[in-house]
């Protein structure tokens, strides 16, 4: 049973249809990426997921339950986070508030603490800046927090809207090695991604989206040899 499926979606924008009865599925310990240029669907099908957005048709199921109608802040409470595009920290707020509000969901409060010294010790530079306001930090600084607060929650489903956006090639790559360490440490991860071949590169299974379709699927692998992918996002 896949941790996570989707079928048959469908979503509009008045009457505009942005996603045309998509499916996937995400198994439990993959990395899966949706990739895709903009304006393809991939941003509308993770809020979709997430209740953020209501489907029209289709249905979404976690863990064998059907969640498509499932209110988004109960859905964090199943397991499933979205580090959402643009990062989204609370500006005015520390990082260290920043990543107690990430674990507002979790009922064992004696965890915190040391819930806090993991992420400290996955993102070194938080620590850091433990004290600073989170408005004033870095771009790739403000992404490793996104990514922290979440993990706050302990989510079985950890779910990416483009991390490297906007991020320095080094940065970008240091994003890639943590969500590969976050995977190995045992959280699924669904990835939406403009990078192509960086997330090709570290995923299990890819989607192909366009125009609100899945046109194509397959293993990172697959897809990275794939002459389509490759004219259309990987520059070949």
Same mark, same amino acid.
């Given at each position: 049973?896949?941790?996570?499926?989707?079928?048959?979606?469908?979503?509009?924008?008045?009457?505009?249809c942005?996603?045309?009865?998509?499916?996937?599925?995400v198994?439990?310990?993959?990395?899966v990426?949706?990739?895709? *240029?903009? !304006?393809?669907?991939?941003?509308t099908?993770m809020?979709s997921?997430v209740?953020?957005? +209501? /489907?029209k048709?289709? &249905?979404?199921t976690?863990e064998?339950?059907d969640?498509?109608?499932?209110?988004?802040h109960?859905?964090?409470?199943?397991?499933?986070?979205?580090?959402?595009?643009g990062?989204?920290?609370f500006?005015?707020?520390?990082?260290?508030?920043?990543l107690?509000?990430?674990?507002?969901?979790v009922?064992?409060?004696?965890s915190?603490k040391?819930?806090?010294?993991?992420i400290?010790?996955?993102?070194?530079r938080?620590a850091?800046?433990?004290?600073q306001?989170?408005?004033?930090?870095?771009g790739?600084?403000?992404?490793?927090l *996104?990514? !922290?607060?979440?993990l706050m929650?302990?989510?079985?489903?950890?779910?990416?809207?483009? +991390? /490297?956006?906007?991020? &320095?090639?080094?940065?970008?790559?240091?994003v890639?090695d943590?969500?590969?360490?976050?995977?190995?440490?045992g959280?699924?991860v669904?990835?939406?991604?403009?990078?192509?071949?960086?997330?090709l590169?570290?995923?299990d299974?890819?989607?192909v989206?366009?125009?609100?379709?899945?046109?194509?699927?397959?293993t990172g692998?697959e897809?990275m040899?794939?002459?389509?992918v490759?004219?259309?996002y990987?520059?070949?």
């Amino acid at each position: 049973m896949a941790l996570l499926e989707v079928k048959d979606l469908e979503v509009y924008y008045g009457v505009i249809c942005a996603l045309k009865g998509i499916s996937f599925e995400v198994n439990e310990g993959e990395i899966v990426t949706l990739i895709g *240029a903009n !304006g393809a669907g991939k941003t509308t099908t993770m809020q979709s997921v997430v209740g953020l957005i +209501p /489907s029209k048709a289709g &249905s979404v199921t976690f863990e064998g339950k059907d969640i498509t109608k499932t209110p988004c802040h109960k859905i964090v409470h199943l397991g499933m986070t979205q580090v959402p595009e643009g990062r989204r920290v609370f500006q005015e707020l520390s990082v260290y508030e920043n990543l107690l509000m990430g674990a507002y969901s979790v009922k064992n409060s004696s965890s915190f603490k040391e819930d806090l010294e993991r992420i400290y010790t996955q993102f070194p530079r938080l620590a850091e800046r433990k004290n600073q306001i989170a408005g004033t930090l870095s771009g790739g600084e403000q992404q490793m927090l *996104a990514m !922290g607060r979440a993990l706050m929650s302990h989510p079985k489903l950890l779910m990416l809207d483009e +991390p /490297s956006m906007g991020l &320095s090639p080094l940065l970008v790559d240091q994003v890639f090695d943590i969500i590969k360490s976050i995977n190995k440490d045992g959280t699924t991860v669904l990835l939406v991604e403009q990078n192509a071949g960086k997330s090709l590169a570290i995923s299990d299974r890819a989607y192909v989206l366009e125009n609100g379709k899945i046109v194509l699927s397959g293993t990172g692998e697959e897809l990275m040899a794939s002459e389509d992918v490759k004219k259309a996002y990987l520059g070949g």
